[in-house]
């Protein structure tokens, strides 16, 4: 069974730092395209950040310069470091695994809340 497990979210001022952890079992989320998403209230789930299995990340232009996506393979585990966070990313920040070949494998965690608010 697979499971994606989201940590690290809460309550944040302006300015400040988190880091969102996605531990991944069941896979070997090297082998996968790991993504990061979000979604505000009353909004759609919205790609945040994304790292290919080779290691290239991509970032969302809202985000670029403030987030970090990075893997650590020994824990499987993906990580997305947000430094300078604003207001405006405040949402529910969900896991995602993505694979493409005969068919798509594709999983969700369950989500953590990150509240930037002074």
């Known amino acids: 069974q697979v499971q994606l497990v989201e940590s690290g979210g809460g309550l944040v001022q302006p300015g400040g730092s988190l880091r969102l952890s996605c531990a991944a079992s069941g896979i070997i989320s090297s082998g996968y395209e790991m993504s990061w998403y979000r979604q505000a209230p009353g909004k759609q789930r919205d790609l945040v950040a994304s790292i290919t299995i080779g290691g290239r990340t991509n970032y969302v232009d809202s985000v670029k310069g403030r987030f970090t996506i990075s893997r650590e393979v020994a824990k499987n585990t993906v990580y997305l470091q947000m430094n300078s966070l604003k207001p405006e990313d405040t949402a529910v920040y969900y896991c995602?695994?993505?694979?493409?070949?005969?068919?798509?494998?594709?999983?969700w965690g369950q989500g953590t809340q990150v509240t930037v608010s002074s």
């Open positions: 995602n695994a993505r694979l493409v070949s005969l068919r798509t494998y594709e999983y």
